[in-house]
């Protein structure tokens, strides 16, 4: 009987999600160089249990740089654009709520690609030739 109970506990404690979608270039604005791929969620939830995490490992590094970032370098971005991030917290008496409660944090933004800048027309060519 305690089975079910133990494997329903386990399978909701924590989870993490990671949504993509790919976005039109001409359609989202990011900034003047830069060309947008995709727009990036990634989540991760953690329940506690007499204030210890199961399974653990909810912060932000994990949503920024393991999840979001790794998978914008996976689709060929050079950077992340308007880069927004939560992490739950607790102050005060407001802590009591791990004893069984849950902490969530999350990351999103525009994977994009940096374009090369156009060349100056006023810019010198190179080194004048050496004179004889």
């Keep these: 009987?305690?089975?079910?109970?133990?494997?329903?506990?386990?399978?909701?404690?924590?989870?993490?999600?990671?949504?993509?979608?790919?976005?039109?270039?001409?359609?989202?604005?990011?900034?003047?160089?830069?060309?947008?791929?995709?727009?990036?969620?990634?989540?991760?939830?953690?329940f506690y249990f007499l204030f210890i995490p199961i399974p653990g490992g909810v912060n932000l590094d994990r949503v920024v740089n393991q999840m979001l970032i790794v998978t914008a370098k996976t689709m060929g971005a050079d950077k992340i654009a308007q880069l927004q991030f939560h992490i739950d917290s607790c102050i005060g008496f407001w802590c009591f709520w791990k004893f069984l409660g849950q902490q969530e944090a999350w990351a999103s933004g525009i994977a994009v690609q940096v374009l090369a800048p156009p060349p100056d027309p006023s810019a010198d060519d190179g080194p004048e030739p050496q004179p004889k």
């Design 1 to 46: 009987m305690m089975k079910p109970f133990v494997l329903a506990l386990v399978v909701a404690a924590g989870c993490t999600s990671l949504h993509v979608v790919r976005v039109q270039p001409e359609t989202v604005e990011v900034g003047p160089g830069l060309r947008p791929i995709a727009a990036i969620q990634a989540s991760a939830s953690s």
